[in-house]
């Protein structure tokens, strides 16, 4: 891996840690509310996983000396994990029959990248185990984990 991936695993972890750290102060503050409504707890959790994705992405870029296939095969884990995760977490986050008041919160809430971002890393894990140059699908991945993950977190909180 080059220099430049590692100043994206840098800037990108970075961002990610100081998301996540102040999703963690919204959700301390309005914890009672949120312990109380099963959908909030799923927005949250998910919002999370979307912050932590390009921090885990950025760790797995900057292991010195990774064979593209292990980075590959550590991608694609990366990937399928988090789009489970997310999955299951999407169940909770509208009983049946309720959806978003706000016509705004409908719109973003249903154009959600979360199947976009775990498909881009799935994609840049399979080219690199494939022995190719797969990183280039990390970028557009981590940009859309962080725009969804500040989405998320701003329909969380105004909810």
Same mark, same amino acid.
């Given at each position: %891996?080059?220099?430049?991936?590692?100043?994206?695993?840098?800037?990108?972890?970075?961002?990610?840690?100081? &998301?996540?750290?102040?999703?963690?102060?919204?959700?301390?503050?309005?914890?009672?509310?949120?312990? =109380?409504?099963?959908? @909030?707890? !799923?927005?949250?959790?998910?919002? $999370?996983?979307?912050?932590?994705?390009? &921090? #885990? #992405?950025? #760790?797995?870029?900057?292991?010195?000396?990774?064979?593209? +296939?292990?980075?590959? @095969?550590? &991608?694609?884990?990366?990937?399928?994990? =988090?789009?489970?995760? %997310? !999955?299951?977490?999407?169940?909770?986050?509208?009983?049946?029959?309720? =959806?978003?008041?706000?016509?705004?919160?409908?719109?973003?809430?249903?154009?959600? &990248?979360?199947?976009?971002?775990?498909?881009?890393?799935?994609?840049?894990?399979? #080219?690199?185990?494939?022995?190719?140059?797969?990183?280039? +699908? $990390?970028?557009?991945?981590?940009?859309?984990? @962080?725009?969804?993950?500040?989405?998320?977190?701003?329909?969380? @909180?105004?909810?």
């Amino acid at each position: %891996m080059t220099l430049v991936w590692t100043d994206l695993a840098v800037i990108a972890g970075s961002a990610s840690g100081a &998301l996540t750290g102040l999703l963690f102060v919204a959700v301390s503050l309005n914890r009672d509310r949120i312990a =109380a409504h099963p959908p @909030l707890r !799923a927005e949250a959790a998910q919002t $999370l996983v979307l912050f932590v994705l390009p &921090l #885990i #992405i950025s #760790i797995v870029l900057v292991v010195p000396g990774t064979p593209n +296939w292990v980075l590959g @095969l550590e &991608l694609v884990t990366v990937a399928l994990v =988090a789009g489970v995760t %997310m !999955a299951l977490l999407s169940h909770g986050r509208h009983p049946v029959g309720e =959806a978003p008041e706000d016509r705004l919160a409908q719109l973003l809430d249903s154009v959600s &990248l979360n199947l976009v971002t775990t498909l881009l890393v799935l994609v840049a894990g399979c #080219i690199e185990l494939a022995g190719d140059d797969g990183l280039y +699908w $990390l970028a557009p991945a981590i940009i859309a984990a @962080l725009v969804n993950g500040v989405i998320n977190a701003w329909l969380f @909180l105004i909810r």
